[in-house]
């Protein structure tokens, strides 16, 4: 193994590894790639990397080795594959693969009994975002390995963000963003039918909740705020506003005849806060109800 610090290996050439390594390779990296079907390195072979016969000759080239792939099912199908437990000693794994925290405490533990440095990322962008001032990447692990890392780190994202040495809290933390994601978009398509059936341009409805994501950000890093104080005395929005607002959506869909899964989902949480004598306080106050 080189001691240079501009080699890498990359594992995984799905969408996100065939940039990973393109980004390498335009900052003068030298390469080492391995993928189970190896035709999918031929533009980046022929842009410089090296293509190895082997995921363990591939991890034998560099000190660092970054993996994504589709899963960590199919992560664990190459740790199991012939001599890559070996070829881990002395070697630090940037696990990009998306899992759960359980996922990445597992990987960690095993690539530690091969005598390997842990860290585990999630990219939180699309391929085409990556390598850019902005590109967010959360990072977990020790300190002195993301220390090691972050130089590699930065070639692929700006806007690193290390959350500490618990290798789960990236995978985590990944979690919880996604899960606001997808509570927006459930919201932001339940409100597209609402816009559909009086006959609004969606389009414009979509331009509309655009301009109010930067206030509403800025609300919920409030009430994030709210809920690590332990203090829910009512500062910004009352939890009773939306035990009717959310009311009102369900009460519209139902008239309008459109799906009610999400307001009915909504709704119902609001009302069980309120009974639980929460709608005096800030409407952060709904996580006691969630602790629950």
Not at 68 to 89: E, L, N, Q, S, T
Not at 186 to 195: E, P, S, T, V
Request: glycine share 10%.
């Amino acid at each position: 193994m080189s001691n240079t610090n501009k080699e890498v290996s990359v594992l995984g050439l799905g969408a996100m590894g065939v940039v990973i390594a393109r980004l390498f390779l335009d900052q003068g990296y030298k390469v080492t790639l391995w993928n189970r079907s190896a035709d999918k390195a031929d533009a980046l072979v022929a842009r410089g990397a090296v293509l190895a016969r082997s995921a363990a000759e591939a991890l034998r080239a560099s000190r660092m080795a970054v993996m994504c792939v589709y899963d960590y099912r199919a992560a664990d199908a190459i740790f199991a594959m012939d001599g890559v437990a070996a070829a881990m000693d002395g070697r630090l794994l940037v696990q990009l693969t998306t899992g759960s925290p359980k996922d990445a405490r597992e990987a960690e533990a095993w690539a530690h009994r091969h005598g390997a440095a842990y860290l585990e990322g999630a990219i939180q962008a699309a391929p085409d975002q990556l390598g850019r001032p902005d590109t967010p990447l959360l990072v977990s692990g020790a300190q002195t390995v993301f220390a090691e890392a972050e130089p590699f780190l930065k070639v692929l994202a700006g806007g690193i963000v290390y959350l500490g040495e618990k290798a789960s809290a990236a995978a985590a933390m990944d979690l919880a963003t996604l899960s606001s994601i997808y509570g927006t978009m459930l919201g932001f398509l339940h409100g597209a039918r609402i816009a559909e059936h009086e006959g609004f341009d969606v389009a414009e409805f979509g331009r509309i909740v655009a301009g109010i994501m930067p206030t509403f950000a800025g609300f919920l890093q409030h009430e994030g705020a709210v809920i690590q104080s332990g203090d829910f005395t009512i500062t910004q929005s009352p939890m009773r506003i939306s035990v009717e607002a959310t009311q009102r959506i369900l009460q519209t869909a139902q008239e309008a005849g459109i799906n009610t899964e999400f307001p009915t989902f909504a709704a119902g949480l609001f009302r069980r806060a309120d009974a639980a004598g929460l709608g005096g306080e800030e409407l952060a106050a709904l996580i006691k109800l969630l602790r629950q």
